[in-house]
């Protein structure tokens, strides 16, 4: 089991690119999540969603599109870039409990810079 | 809406010590409340998880309490080891369909 993958690990856009931010897990987990984490902000949930066909705004969703077209896969999309978005992204699951009666199982992360 | 407070200043403490970190939240009590654990570079992985009816949970050399009256949480980690050396997050659910919210986090530094 590779659990929850994240691709790309590192990235650099120029402001004003859009790219899509890629995740899947192989657990069959029902809820799955994308966060940003921030130096001294702790992680911020961005975008989540709790079956396929089925997403919802976190706490800062401006600036990015999810969809949830199978269990599998999440992506997130950036669709024109912006310096305030250099972050470091995480992808989470859970199982069919939700996020706050399972454990939630993180991805490796991807390190965005926009310049 | 809900805040979640965590020690902002790092924790040194000397092997073989208790290490307890704190976490304070306003509003509701949250049903359920996380702990994880975060190494530098990596994802954040799950430690504990206690109900707002429990007051204790305890794994290996972990025990985490939960107070609703207080609208805290202390982390503790008995006979502490540099291996311990990591930054510790907790989360609370916000009953809103499943939106978990983290704290910022406190880095703890165990020294042989």
């Known amino acids: 089991n590779a659990g929850v993958t994240q691709t790309p690990k590192f990235q650099v856009l120029k402001t004003g690119q859009s790219m899509t931010l890629q995740c899947a897990q192989d657990?069959?987990?029902?809820?799955m999540s994308w966060y940003r984490q921030d130096p001294g902000m702790g992680l911020r949930l961005i975008h989540y969603s709790v079956g396929a066909g089925i997403t919802d705004q976190g706490e800062v969703p401006n600036g990015y599109n999810v969809s949830r077209s199978t269990t599998e896969d999440f992506p997130l999309r950036l669709l024109s870039a912006a310096p305030s978005q250099t972050s470091v992204y995480f992808c989470a699951t859970a199982g069919t409990g939700g996020a706050g009666t399972d454990t939630q199982y993180f991805g490796p992360g991807t390190r965005l810079t926009v310049l | 809406s809900q805040k979640i407070e965590q020690n902002s200043e790092a924790l040194n403490i000397q092997e073989g010590k208790t290490a307890t970190l704190t976490c304070n939240y306003t509003n509701y009590s949250p049903a359920y409340l996380q702990w994880y654990r975060q190494d530098p570079g990596r994802g954040p992985v799950f430690l504990l998880l206690i109900r707002e009816n429990e007051k204790e949970k305890r794994k290996e050399r972990l025990k985490v309490t939960f107070d609703t009256t207080l609208k805290q949480s202390l982390f503790h980690i008995t006979a502490s080891q540099p291996a311990d050396s990591a930054t510790y997050l907790c989360a609370l659910d916000m009953m809103q369909g499943g939106k978990l919210i983290f704290g910022q986090g406190t880095e703890l530094s165990v020294k042989p």
């Open positions: 657990m069959n987990h029902e809820y």
